[in-house]
């Protein structure tokens, strides 16, 4: 999906919305577990149940890795169920040089064929590059997160007063460009995401952390949007176990339903 396929999706659908499907099978409904692959039950429920108020879904693959082949067995089921409309984020959070990036690039964008794939960039340009290869794919690099150890590096001075995850954005630009490298920013960063904007203006930036995590959904727009939308905000808990009752699915419904309404409203000030 293109930069211009992405933002005339927003614009139609009114909603930056990107649905997180971190789909522990601890606590997804109990009346599931006796479905032969209750995780993707679930997410097949959920996926009916948002599709309408969502542009995208995120697939934290923690949570099914921990599952050995059953739970590759679920993403692959999940990632064919998503509709074709929407843009499909692999939250894998690799990292690594060389050959082992290529592999890592190839399996998300061939094997299994993401969009996107988010990438720490920790190791610099190398590690990054491999994943930039594929048109019409994105590479999501970590910027600014809202985890208490983002404290350690991303948030110490550099010799010459700027912040270290500073250094990592305005390096990485040179290695990929506004139509395929994203940035993940933390929703509860909001303070620190208007400096960010104003370095890189043109690139959509991945803000998770709303809802659960407690990110303002109007901070981030007030600061993060753009004429083209600019944004993919993520929530996850906070819609997908909305409820986990036999109604969840209508909850997670209402949790996104809700959402979009606040971004449409957020849209029509940009």
Avoid at 5 to 31: A, F, N
Avoid at 125 to 139: H, I, R
Avoid at 241 to 264: I, L, S, V
């Amino acid at each position: 999906m293109t930069r211009q396929e992405l933002s005339r999706l927003i614009r139609q659908k009114q909603s930056y919305l990107c649905v997180g499907l971190d789909s522990d099978i601890s606590r997804i409904p109990k009346h599931l577990l006796s479905q032969p692959d209750p995780v993707f039950s679930f997410n097949k429920a959920i996926i009916d149940a948002t599709r309408e108020f969502c542009v995208a879904y995120k697939i934290n693959t923690a949570f099914y890795e921990s599952r050995g082949i059953r739970g590759w067995e679920s993403l692959e089921r999940t990632l064919a169920y998503i509709p074709e409309t929407h843009f499909r984020i692999a939250d894998a959070k690799r990292g690594d040089i060389g050959n082992t990036a290529h592999h890592y690039a190839k399996t998300f964008f061939e094997t299994f064929g993401f969009d996107a794939v988010t990438v720490a960039p920790y190791m610099g340009e190398d590690s990054v590059t491999p994943f930039l290869q594929y048109p019409g794919k994105w590479t999501i690099l970590l910027g600014l997160t809202s985890n208490e150890g983002s404290r350690d590096f991303q948030l110490q001075k550099t010799g010459d007063g700027e912040y270290f995850y500073e250094k990592v954005i305005q390096q990485a630009t040179q290695w990929g460009t506004a139509d395929n490298l994203m940035f993940v920013v933390g929703a509860t960063q909001d303070a620190q995401l208007s400096a960010i904007r104003s370095r890189i203006p043109e690139h959509f930036l991945l803000v998770p952390g709303v809802g659960a995590q407690g990110g303002s959904l109007e901070a981030i727009s007030r600061h993060g949007l753009t004429p083209e939308g600019g944004l993919l905000v993520n929530a996850s808990r906070a819609v997908i176990f909305a409820g986990n009752g036999p109604d969840f699915a209508e909850d997670a419904a209402a949790a996104a339903r809700q959402y979009q309404q606040e971004m449409q409203a957020c849209l029509e000030e940009t």
